[in-house]
């Protein structure tokens, strides 16, 4: 019994198709031409069909019949591997010497016919169904066999990246606590720290408010001590001079008198001798002067004399050392004052106990 094919429809080819034909060969002889390969004016029921032997080696030859040019392409394949019934793409390849298909697969060739099969029954054997049907189950068992080893392996694979998963998990899991201890613990050091600074910058703020304080107070101070200073300036320099020079001028009288009585001094030193003796005799106490007496009276008066004259002339020296610091420091407070007049200064005033030491040798 014979097969059949139709053809149906061809794409790919940058001609007219209603210039193309396709010649159809089984083991290298001719067996039919279809042109055109498809006509607007037929549907594929009125295609005809091309008969064809059950088994062998198609050929078909795609050409454009009104030229005559090379072929476009063309594909050769054994009968047997064209299904028993039903549509299927055929790939055409331009290499005729390189054209055999031996099995079947889903073309997405550029150039390609499409054509519909009908393959006559074939009776089979129970005796060969059974043995097909052997050799599709152990074709089968074979396949389930194979599946189960990639599956074991995948098995043993995925147990060997869950393994490595587990410990992994486990080892981030244990980063992950030490990491959350750390942090704990860091986050209580911050917190005491930020809790150390907060109260130290409270302190600040409180001794920044005191040091406020203290400047507005020192402020008002320097104010008033300005204020007082520049009355002083105005009304007390004169009067401290004046008063410089009238101490002055008191010291002066105070020398020229202490000079005055030590003449005199000198004057009752020298006849104190004489009188005293004179005095004895006058008593009875003493009856004869000798050269003895008259020496020890000498001697005495002469240490009378030189102990009043050493007392005198420390106190001279004295006042003289006072006149003399006193003219310095009248020297230098009028150099200050006029200093303080120029610069708006405050005014030196004279210590206390050196007014009590002046005020005392006046009055001695």
Same mark, same amino acid.
């Given at each position: $019994?014979?097969?059949? &094919?139709?053809?149906?429809?061809?794409?790919?080819?940058?001609?007219?198709?209603?210039?193309?034909?396709?010649?159809?060969?089984?083991? @290298?002889?001719?067996?039919?031409?279809?042109?055109?390969?498809?006509?607007?004016?037929?549907?594929?029921?009125?295609?005809?069909?091309?008969?064809?032997?059950?088994?062998?080696?198609?050929?078909? =030859?795609?050409?454009? $019949?009104h030229k005559d040019s090379l072929y476009l392409g063309?594909?050769?394949?054994?009968?047997?591997?064209?299904?028993?019934?039903?549509?299927?793409?055929?790939?055409?390849?331009? +290499?005729?010497?390189?054209?055999?298909?031996?099995?079947?697969?889903?073309?997405?060739?550029?150039?390609?016919?499409? =054509?519909?099969?009908?393959?006559?029954?074939?009776? &089979?054997?129970?005796?060969?169904?059974?043995?097909?049907? &052997?050799?599709?189950?152990?074709? &089968?068992?074979?396949?389930?066999?194979?599946?189960?080893?990639?599956?074991? /392996?995948?098995?043993?694979?995925?147990?060997?990246?869950?393994?490595?998963?587990?410990?992994?998990?486990?080892?981030? /899991?244990?980063?992950?606590?030490?990491?959350?201890?750390?942090?704990?613990?860091?986050? /209580?050091?911050?917190?005491?720290?930020?809790?150390?600074?907060?109260?130290?910058?409270?302190?600040?703020?409180?001794?920044?408010?005191?040091?406020?304080?203290?400047? +507005?107070?020192?402020?008002?101070?320097?104010?008033?001590?300005?204020?007082?200073?520049?009355?002083?300036?105005?009304?007390?320099?004169?009067?401290?001079?004046?008063?410089?020079?009238?101490?002055?001028?008191?010291?002066?009288?105070? =020398?020229?008198? $202490?000079?005055?009585?030590?003449?005199?001094?000198?004057?009752?030193?020298?006849?104190?001798?004489? +009188?005293?003796?004179?005095?004895?005799?006058?008593?009875?106490?003493m009856k004869k002067v000798t050269a003895e007496d008259?020496?020890?009276?000498?001697?005495?008066?002469?240490?009378?004399?030189?102990?009043?004259?050493?007392?005198?002339?420390? *106190?001279?020296?004295?006042?003289?050392?006072?006149?003399?610091?006193?003219?310095?420091? *009248?020297?230098?407070?009028?150099?200050?004052i006029m200093d303080n007049e120029n610069t708006g200064?405050?005014?030196?005033?004279?210590?206390?106990?050196?007014? @009590?030491?002046?005020?005392?040798?006046?009055?001695?």
């Amino acid at each position: $019994m014979k097969s059949k &094919i139709q053809i149906l429809r061809c794409e790919g080819f940058n001609h007219e198709e209603s210039s193309l034909g396709c010649y159809i060969l089984v083991n @290298q002889e001719l067996v039919d031409v279809i042109t055109p390969l498809k006509s607007s004016d037929l549907s594929s029921d009125q295609i005809p069909f091309t008969e064809i032997p059950s088994d062998g080696l198609l050929k078909l =030859i795609v050409k454009e $019949m009104h030229k005559d040019s090379l072929y476009l392409g063309s594909l050769s394949l054994p009968i047997q591997s064209l299904p028993s019934k039903g549509f299927v793409w055929l790939p055409i390849f331009q +290499d005729m010497d390189n054209d055999t298909v031996n099995v079947l697969k889903d073309t997405k060739s550029c150039t390609r016919l499409l =054509i519909s099969v009908e393959k006559p029954p074939t009776s &089979i054997s129970s005796t060969s169904l059974y043995q097909l049907q &052997i050799k599709k189950f152990e074709f &089968i068992i074979s396949q389930l066999e194979e599946r189960l080893t990639e599956n074991t /392996q995948i098995f043993e694979q995925e147990k060997k990246a869950r393994s490595v998963l587990a410990t992994a998990y486990e080892q981030l /899991q244990r980063q992950h606590e030490e990491f959350v201890n750390k942090s704990e613990k860091r986050e /209580q050091s911050l917190l005491s720290l930020l809790e150390k600074k907060d109260q130290e910058l409270q302190e600040s703020f409180c001794k920044f408010k005191d040091l406020r304080n203290r400047y +507005d107070t020192v402020k008002l101070e320097k104010s008033h001590l300005g204020e007082q200073l520049e009355y002083f300036r105005k009304h007390t320099s004169l009067k401290v001079v004046e008063e410089f020079c009238g101490e002055i001028e008191g010291l002066k009288r105070t =020398i020229r008198d $202490m000079k005055e009585k030590d003449k005199k001094c000198c004057k009752v030193v020298d006849g104190l001798g004489k +009188d005293w003796l004179d005095a004895l005799k006058g008593l009875g106490i003493m009856k004869k002067v000798t050269a003895e007496d008259l020496e020890s009276c000498d001697k005495l008066g002469e240490f009378q004399l030189k102990a009043q004259i050493l007392a005198l002339t420390e *106190k001279n020296t004295a006042l003289t050392e006072r006149v003399k610091q006193l003219e310095s420091d *009248k020297t230098g407070l009028i150099s200050e004052i006029m200093d303080n007049e120029n610069t708006g200064g405050k005014v030196p005033k004279r210590p206390e106990k050196e007014n @009590q030491i002046f005020s005392g040798r006046l009055q001695n």
